[in-house]
């Protein structure tokens, strides 16, 4: 009797090790339009802000963490259209600013998605990556992860500043160390810029925030076009393993 119930216990344990590998299951999009007229005649120009992010199943488990922090994220966007609305109303130029998004990585420990931002300001566009990242483990409601959390040298509820700062740094440090190595390095043969340096690096890219998890879990950290080489070298990615960097710590 006693085998059989310690059969029927590890039946058990290995189907809920089964269910929490399964990746989140997405529900319909939080997607939404708002049109800002400048004035009541159309040639005067308007104000378009669309968006789409993504929405988990209610019913997974997870769910709140990631859909508290779009929901959240919509309010603050929706709040601050009338703002951005007015400040372009003055050059009767007309703006059109789409979010959208791509899951990177959705496995049992990470999800993280790569948000875009087109921005059209009449002939002139602009692209705006951010990423957000969402620890299934040790996540909090409506708040991503930083690199120092996904490597595990901050708690995520850690609110010590100093502390803060000091882990903060010493990832970033190592981090732009690698990707000035790949920089000079150069293995995909870029124009970079001949002045970059790590100090000039330093101060244009924080790979704290810049970066999305690809779907084995690694960051890939990305780098705004302009900085180290032209713009129509569009968007560069650094991809680095999590274990190269904790090697490094």
């Known amino acids: 009797m006693k085998r059989l119930i310690a059969f029927f216990l590890i039946i058990i344990h290995l189907v809920s090790l089964s269910a929490c590998a399964e990746p989140l299951r997405l529900a319909d999009d939080y997607q939404g339009k708002i049109v800002i007229p400048y ?27 990631v859909n508290s922090f779009y929901l959240e994220q919509i309010d603050m966007d929706e709040s601050n259209m009338q703002f951005f609305a007015d400040g372009y109303a003055e050059t009767g130029e007309s703006v059109s600013k789409e979010v959208h998004y791509q899951i990177t990585c959705n496995n049992d420990d990470y999800f993280s998605v790569l948000i ?35 490597l595990g040298i901050l708690d995520s509820q850690e ?23 790949r920089i000079f390095e150069n293995p995909d043969n870029i124009p970079y810029f001949p002045d970059v340096t790590y100090l000039y690096l330093k101060s244009y ?45």
């Open 39 to 65: 004035d009541t005649d159309p040639s005067s120009g308007s104000f378009v802000f669309s968006y789409r992010y993504p929405c988990i199943d209610p019913s997974e488990e997870d769910a709140s963490i």
């Open 116 to 150: 875009i931002q087109d921005l059209a300001v009449s002939d002139h566009k602009r692209t705006i990556w951010s990423g957000n990242t969402f620890s299934r483990n040790n996540g909090e409601i409506g708040s991503a992860f930083d690199l120092p959390r996904i």
């Open 159 to 181: 609110l010590d500043d100093d502390r803060i700062e000091y882990q903060s740094e010493k990832a970033e440090d190592i981090v732009l160390e690698m990707m000035m190595d």
């Open 205 to 249: 890219v924080s790979p704290k925030e810049d970066f999305y998890l690809d779907e084995s879990g690694n960051p890939v950290f990305f780098i705004v076009p302009g900085v180290v080489a032209d713009e129509s070298e569009g968007y560069l990615e650094y991809p680095i393993l999590l274990e190269d960097i904790m090697d490094e710590l």
